[in-house]
């Protein structure tokens, strides 16, 4: 089993930044390949961003391209994802997960382990 807290979520102003936190436990992090995902009110959860253990390669939604990056401490066993120039089209409960697989991935359901969720409120 992987527990996953996330921390960070805050209300900021639209051109703000934040970053946000995913502490795991429960299992060796280095083999975990972690992802960012959002769920804005009324909308299916998507996908942000996830870094792969294996190869250390990362992917990313088109819509957070060039403004968001994720990184993960191994020794912190943290995953973070660092969110510049935020729009209000980026207010979301954001949510970590992870997955035992060497490879990233954009869905969902190729992940085994989630967050409960931390709160991303942009303002215009």
Same mark, same amino acid.
């Given at each position: 089993?992987?527990?996953?807290?996330?921390?960070? $979520?805050?209300?900021? #102003? %639209?051109? @703000?930044?934040? +970053?946000?936190?995913? *502490? &795991?436990?429960?299992?060796?992090?280095?083999?975990?390949?972690? $992802?960012?995902?959002? #769920? %804005?009110? @009324?909308?299916? +959860?998507?996908?942000? *961003? &996830?870094?792969?253990?294996?190869?250390?390669?990362?992917?990313?939604?088109?819509?957070?391209?060039?403004?968001?990056?994720?990184?993960?401490?191994? *020794?912190?066993?943290?995953?973070?994802?660092?969110?510049?120039?935020?729009?209000?089209?980026?207010?979301?409960?954001?949510?970590?997960?992870?997955?035992?697989?060497?490879?990233?991935?954009?869905?969902?359901?190729?992940?085994?382990?989630?967050?409960?969720?931390?709160?991303?409120?942009?303002?215009?």
């Amino acid at each position: 089993q992987v527990q996953l807290v996330e921390s960070g $979520g805050q209300l900021v #102003q %639209a051109g @703000g930044s934040l +970053r946000l936190s995913c *502490a &795991a436990s429960g299992r060796t992090f280095s083999s975990l390949t972690m $992802g960012w995902f959002r #769920q %804005a009110p @009324g909308k299916e +959860r998507e996908f942000v *961003a &996830a870094h792969a253990w294996y190869s250390g390669n990362t992917g990313y939604a088109d819509s957070v391209k060039g403004r968001f990056t994720i990184s993960r401490d191994n *020794a912190k066993n943290t995953v973070y994802l660092q969110m510049n120039s935020l729009k209000p089209e980026d207010t979301a409960v954001y949510y970590c997960a992870a997955r035992g697989r060497t490879d990233w991935s954009g869905s969902a359901y190729d992940y085994d382990y989630w967050g409960q969720g931390t709160q991303v409120t942009v303002s215009s």
